[in-house]
T-cell receptor, first 112, second 113 residues
Framework: KQEVTQIPAALSVPEGENLVLNCSFT??????LQWFRQDPGKGLTSLLL?????REQTSGRLNASLDKSSGRSTLYIAASQPGDSATYLC???????????FGAGTRLAVHP | DADVTQTPRNRITKTGKRIMLECSQT?????MYWYRQDPGLGLRLIYY???????NKGEISDGYSVSRQAQAKFSLSLESAIPNQTALYFC????????????FGPGTRLLVL
């Protein structure tokens, strides 16, 4: 059974720091991996999607890497800003009916 | 206007009551999903539908039922609500094809007393 774990569960940093959020999964047979951002009252927004054949994806200050063989992904946030404060969720797509398996998330607070 | 909407946004109900959570989408996607989120846990899949005539159970379907009234509408019902169904519920949609992400509604916060 696929399980997704995210470390750390919570993180508080001063503005300007570079951050690394970690995601690990137990079964390497995945179709893709996604990073989502969750803001209170606004649902989830997809940030980056990495196909199983890819090693990384970049969008602005965000970079996500995927090492499928070791079951790991990292989300790198450069020069963090208070507006980055949110919960970041990692999810893998696996299984016969293409469902998403989510980690519990990392709650990030960036203070001025 | 939001592409995926959920009503109500917040709901308080009592044990034993029947309630319905509704989801509508204007994205024209075939696939729709219902998830629940509990504190400290990731989202878990309750039900999913690939089209109006195709309804499937997810990993935690007990105590829930769904109805796909049209391509754009997917409702989740709690036949007899119980306190451990207190959670944040999300609806999501996805177009056909394996590479696309899912698009989430804003969520419904449900409290069962």
């Amino acid at each position: 059974k696929q399980e997704v774990t995210q470390i750390p569960a919570a993180l508080s940093v001063p503005e300007g720091e570079n951050l690394v959020l970690n995601c690990s999964f137990t079964d390497s047979a995945i179709y893709n991996l996604q990073w989502f951002r969750q803001d209170p009252g606004k649902g989830l927004t997809s940030l980056l999607l990495i196909q199983s054949s890819q090693r990384e994806q970049t969008s602005g200050r965000l970079n996500a890497s995927l090492d499928k063989s070791s079951g790991r992904s990292t989300l790198y946030i450069a020069a963090s800003q208070p507006g980055d404060s949110a919960t970041y969720l990692c999810a893998v797509r696996s299984g016969g009916y293409n469902k998403l398996i989510f980690g519990a998330g990392t709650r990030l607070a960036v203070h001025p | 206007d939001a592409d995926v909407t959920q009503t109500p946004r917040n709901r308080i109900t009592k044990t034993g009551k029947r309630i319905m959570l509704e989801c509508s989408q204007t994205k024209g996607h075939d696939r729709m999903y219902w998830y629940r989120q509990d504190p400290g846990l990731g989202l878990r899949l309750i039900y999913y539908s690939f089209d109006v005539k195709d309804i499937n159970k997810g990993e935690i379907s007990d105590g829930y039922s769904v109805s796909r009234q049209a391509q754009a509408k997917f409702s989740l019902s709690l036949e007899s609500a119980i306190p451990n169904q207190t959670a944040l519920y999300f609806c999501a949609t996805r177009p056909q094809g394996g590479g696309e992400t899912q698009y989430f509604g804003p969520g419904t916060r449900l409290l069962v007393l």
